[in-house]
């Protein structure tokens, strides 16, 4: 990870024109591309047959993965960085950490469980942050599903 090569084959990827607000969007490939929902729904999770439960480990104060990222242009847009935002209706900023909080949920409501452990006073990577705490909950969880 501390290594991480740029580009359009890798991080952060291409991009490809579109007439909707910014006139970008997410591209085929590189790094941040496999995230956007063109490559990658999350929400086949809840219809796996097999529900393993799930540890969600987060840092509260994860400035990328956030209900208020500023790694989100439409975030940008809204608080007035980005000119030309069109609004909410059209593009609304994506409330990341609620979203996977949702599909959580229908997961548990369709038979899984899941446990989500937010770190306080740590970012984006609590494995790197609070090693001794993530390890723990890590090992924990591991040893519960024996």
């Given amino acids: 990870m501390l290594t991480t090569k740029t580009g359009i084959d890798n991080y952060p990827g291409d991009a490809r024109v579109v007439e909707a607000w910014p006139g970008f969007a997410p591209g085929g490939r590189g790094v941040l591309n496999t995230m956007s929902p063109d490559h990658f729904d999350t929400t086949a999770i809840v219809d796996l047959p097999s529900k393993p439960p799930v540890l969600w480990v987060r840092g509260t104060a994860d400035a990328i993965v956030s209900d208020a990222s500023f790694f989100d242009l439409n975030m940008l847009g809204q608080v007035g960085a980005v000119p030309g ?62």
Avoid: K, N
């Fill in 85 to 146: 935002w069109p609004g909410a209706d059209v593009a609304p900023p994506q409330p990341m950490v609620t979203q996977t909080r949702e599909v959580l949920e229908r997961y548990a409501q369709a038979g899984g469980s899941y446990r989500e452990l937010a770190f306080e006073d740590c970012g984006h990577s609590p494995h790197l942050e609070q090693p001794a705490e993530f390890d723990s909950a890590f090992a924990a969880h591991i040893a519960a599903a024996e």
